[in-house]
């Protein structure tokens, strides 16, 4: 593979986040994560046909994220991580882009917040409390007019 300049892992990259954008494929590479399995048990859990699940396989093996192996009539997948660690690898960078923005983006808003406090106007003088420091319950209040008597 090739790197330009201007864009580090181009063709890779590419592969293995077009790899990585279908759910039947993620499935496949979480279901390799635990063990190596055959071709028949990958396609087991989705519901298409073998040659439509060989295409995913084709993509994924493309990318580099899978390799298969024959053990006599049997395929064998296996995952290969790497791939996805240079993508990890990758994401990291903006990761951290992001994460000092949003650091940036707080350190903003606490300003703002201190900066709104000390220029708000004083709050309304209440009365003075009691220096008990217990309530009194208010007087409760007439719903309005009486209503209508009934004559006797």
Do not use: N
Not at 2 to 21: E, H
């Amino acid at each position: 593979m090739v790197q330009s300049a201007t864009r580090p892992y181009s063709d890779a990259l590419d592969a293995v986040f077009a790899a990585l954008s279908d759910s039947t494929r993620r499935a496949v590479l979480e279901a390799l994560g635990e063990r190596s399995l055959s071709v028949t048990e990958l396609a087991e859990p989705h519901d298409m046909s073998l040659t439509g699940f060989m295409k995913h396989l084709r993509v994924l093996e493309d990318a580099g994220l899978i390799s298969r192996t024959k053990e006599g009539r049997i395929v064998r997948c296996e995952l290969s991580p790497r791939p996805m660690q240079e993508a990890a690898v990758w994401l990291s960078r903006y990761e951290k882009f992001w994460a000092g923005r949003l650091d940036a983006l707080a350190r903003f808003l606490y300003h703002q917040e201190e900066t709104e406090w000390r220029t708000l106007p004083p709050a309304p003088q209440s009365a003075p409390r009691s220096p008990s420091g217990g309530t009194t319950g208010s007087r409760p209040t007439r719903s309005g007019a009486r209503g209508p008597t009934r004559k006797r």
